[in-house]
């Protein structure tokens, strides 16, 4: 059964650091890309960063480059998000997920919560 577990957020003020981990388990871990996306409160669930079997390419939206880094531990089965330089809208409920050429393959986990204050 494949299971994602979220951790890691958290209230920061603008311009804190936080560090999201994601720990994977039920599936080939190696053979996916793995991508953090987030949904913030009213709007729709958007692809924030993703990352290839081996670590390279890597994948980030506009908004978050420069500011986000995404990493994997292949033999852990774990993701992880370094998030720096935090702004407001960057506020939104935080999830793993994975699929064999990217997209989403598995049902969503809890998440973590991340809340940017001004």
């Known amino acids: 059964q494949v299971q994602f577990v979220e951790s890691g957020g958290g209230l920061v003020q603008t311009g804190g650091s936080l560090r999201l981990s994601c720990a994977a388990s039920?599936?080939?871990?190696?053979?996916?890309?793995l991508g953090w996306y987030r949904q913030a409160p009213g709007k729709g669930r958007e692809l924030v960063a993703s990352?290839?079997?081996?670590?390279?390419?890597?994948y980030y939206r506009d908004s978050v480059k420069g500011r986000f880094t995404i990493s994997r531990d292949n033999a852990a089965n774990t993701v992880a998000l370094e998030m720096n330089s935090l702004k407001p809208e960057d506020t939104a409920d935080y999830y793993c997920?994975?699929?064999?050429?990217?997209?989403?393959?598995?049902?969503w986990g809890q998440g973590t919560q991340v809340t940017v204050s001004s």
């Open positions: 997920n994975a699929g064999l050429s990217g997209g989403v393959s598995f049902r």
């Open positions: 039920g599936f080939t871990f190696s053979r996916y890309v």
């Open positions: 990352i290839s079997s081996g670590g390279m390419p890597q």
